[in-house]
């Protein structure tokens, strides 16, 4: 009968609504990520808000029978967990703007992860209101906030770039540093090797770029045709 009423108390009552509305607000912004199809998505976001609840309960409640035993001796401040939470959660948020591949992306999944994190300690310390509000927050400025973004945006154009190489000299880091050196972004790469009867290796990139409206897609042709190891560039 202990052990039941143990857990129908009111600290493990309130533990476990915190923990659950966690879990549920978290993997709400999850969804939306997996729905993008983002390398973090349901599960991440649901586990990282699970995770920062559950410690700050535990600075909360964790530590209460010690320092009772030990009041003239034990000085806790609760926060200072929820401080390496948020340092943590950024190496986090980090591994998935370097999986991204030649391109900076990755950064608004990132953030959603911090503000994950932050929900989940909010949670934890019984802050319903200022988590729900931010959970809000969050979604609506990752379903409508992208097309708001645009209108700021340079207008550019996507085209789909094809470079023969030969790969013994010239290295991918290079072409890439001299197309995003002239602000032609790099956003998706295919590399297959090249058909042909001479003796050197040659391999084929196949990028999909943007470059601005106001810029001229021949620059290109400016850019490498000086580079003998460039045997033939051109567009799909």
């Given at each position: 009968?202990?052990?039941?009423?143990?857990?129908?108390?009111?600290?493990?009552?309130?533990?476990?609504?915190?923990?659950?509305?966690?879990?549920?607000?978290?993997?709400?912004?999850?969804?939306?990520?997996?729905?993008?199809?983002?390398?973090?998505?349901?599960?991440?976001h649901l586990l990282v808000g699970l995770g920062a609840c559950l410690v700050m309960l535990?600075?909360?409640?964790?530590?209460?029978?010690?320092?009772?035993?030990?009041?003239?001796?034990?000085?806790?401040?609760?926060?200072?967990?929820?401080?390496?939470?948020?340092?943590?959660?950024?190496?986090?948020?980090?591994?998935?703007?370097?999986?991204?591949?030649?391109?900076?992306?990755?950064?608004?999944?990132?953030?959603?992860?911090?503000?994950?994190?932050?929900?989940?300690?909010?949670?934890?310390?019984?802050?319903?209101?200022?988590?729900?509000?931010?959970?809000?927050?969050?979604?609506?400025?990752?379903?409508?906030?992208?097309?708001?973004?645009?209108?700021?945006?340079?207008?550019?154009?996507?085209?789909?770039?094809?470079?023969?190489?030969?790969?013994?000299?010239?290295?991918?880091?290079?072409?890439?540093?001299?197309?995003?050196?002239?602000?032609?972004?790099?956003?998706?790469?295919?590399?297959?090797?090249?058909?042909?009867?001479?003796?050197?290796?040659?391999?084929?990139?196949?990028?999909?770029?943007?470059?601005?409206?106001?810029?001229?897609?021949?620059?290109?042709?400016?850019?490498?045709?000086?580079?003998?190891?460039?045997?033939?560039?051109?567009?799909?």
């Amino acid at each position: 009968m202990d052990v039941i009423g143990s857990i129908y108390s009111s600290d493990s009552l309130t533990i476990m609504v915190r923990l659950v509305l966690a879990a549920v607000l978290a993997g709400v912004i999850g969804i939306e990520r997996e729905y993008k199809q983002h390398p973090a998505g349901f599960r991440t976001h649901l586990l990282v808000g699970l995770g920062a609840c559950l410690v700050m309960l535990m600075a909360l409640f964790g530590f209460q029978t010690y320092m009772e035993q030990n009041t003239e001796v034990v000085r806790f401040d609760p926060s200072r967990l929820a401080a390496y939470v948020i340092s943590g959660v950024g190496f986090l948020g980090a591994g998935t703007i370097i999986v991204q591949g030649v391109s900076v992306r990755g950064l608004t999944t990132a953030a959603s992860l911090w503000v994950v994190a932050g929900i989940g300690l909010a949670i934890g310390a019984g802050m319903y209101f200022a988590a729900t509000l931010t959970t809000i927050i969050v979604i609506l400025s990752l379903r409508f906030l992208a097309k708001f973004d645009k209108l700021f945006q340079k207008k550019s154009d996507s085209l789909k770039l094809n470079i023969v190489v030969d790969r013994q000299q010239v290295s991918l880091t290079e072409i890439i540093e001299k197309l995003e050196g002239n602000r032609i972004s790099v956003t998706k790469l295919t590399i297959e090797q090249y058909k042909s009867d001479k003796s050197v290796q040659l391999i084929i990139y196949k990028f999909s770029i943007q470059i601005p409206s106001s810029q001229n897609r021949y620059l290109v042709y400016d850019l490498l045709q000086e580079n003998n190891a460039v045997y033939k560039i051109f567009y799909d």
